[in-house]
């Protein structure tokens, strides 16, 4: 059974850096038949999906947070990493990692979330 389980700050400040970790317990992240993404969803408002690193390490970003979002991973500790800079209070959200399906794009295992909030 693959886990899925998000780690990082609650609570951090405008301007700053946010980094999430998301680790991964009953698959390798480098298995071919799926790639590994991050979503978000502000409160009261539907879900964003941010960007995905496959299998290999390519990385694909929204257009609309691909200039402050970076994805990687450390593959020795089956682990993502996720890095949005200049954070201000619309970025406040739960923050979620996902499995990608390779084959059709779904996303079959979630993690819990962490919710982000962003507030000096």
């Known amino acids: 059974q693959v886990q899925l389980q998000e780690s990082g700050p609650g609570l951090v400040k405008p301007s700053q850096t946010l980094s999430l970790t998301c680790t991964v317990s009953?698959?390798?992240?480098?298995?071919?038949?799926?790639?590994w993404s991050w979503i978000r969803q502000p409160p009261g408002k539907g879900l964003e999906w941010m960007g995905v690193i496959a299998y290999d390490g390519s990385t694909y970003y929204s257009p609309a947070l691909k200039s402050r979002t970076s994805i990687s991973r450390d593959t020795s500790k089956d682990q993502l990493s996720l890095q949005l800079t200049s954070m201000t209070p619309e970025d406040t959200a739960v923050y979620y990692c996902?499995?990608?399906?390779?084959?059709?794009?779904?996303?079959?295992?979630w993690g819990k979330g962490t919710l982000v909030t962003v507030s000096s």
């Open positions: 009953g698959g390798s992240i480098t298995t071919s038949h799926y790639a």
């Open positions: 996902a499995r990608v399906l390779v084959v059709n794009y779904a996303m079959d295992y």
